[in-house]
């Protein structure tokens, strides 16, 4: 499913995209400002990152601060998560980092 998000071929809730990264809204929000930002090419969780991914990661990181401040939440601030395998709750096998903010967000997170 974001195979067909990242390569263009769903149009979705799109905030963002370049080369390497596409961001859309989260279908089922947790907060008032929820975006996935996902690889364009297919990485099934952070475990399968390497060493080789480490500048499409850092890439990530910074395009989830460019949207932060692009949807008015970077003053006020934000969280990113990285969901992996079960007890991490990743329920979707491609990479993405969740951008949530909009209102404050508990900690622990549940
Ligand atoms: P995770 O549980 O960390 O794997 O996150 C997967 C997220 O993808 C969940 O927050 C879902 O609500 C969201 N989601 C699933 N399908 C879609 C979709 N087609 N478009 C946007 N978000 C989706």
Redesign the pocket.
């Known amino acids: 499913?974001?195979c067909k998000?990242a390569s263009g071929e769903?149009a979705?809730?799109t905030v963002y995209s370049d080369d390497r990264v596409v961001a859309?809204?989260?279908?089922?929000p947790?907060a008032p400002i929820?975006v996935?930002i996902i690889p364009r090419r297919h990485i099934e969780n952070i475990l399968a990152a390497n060493k080789a991914d480490e500048a499409l990661l850092g890439h990530m990181l910074t395009a989830a601060s460019r949207i932060a401040r692009q949807e008015g939440i970077a003053e006020s601030g934000f969280r990113l998560?990285?969901?992996c395998n079960e007890d991490?709750?990743?329920?979707?096998d491609h990479l993405?980092i969740?951008l949530l903010g909009g209102r404050k967000l508990g900690w622990p997170p549940g």
Do not use: K, P
């Open positions: 499913m974001f998000l769903i979705a809730g859309f809204r989260d279908v089922a947790a929820h996935l998560v990285i969901n991490g709750g990743q329920s979707i993405h969740h």
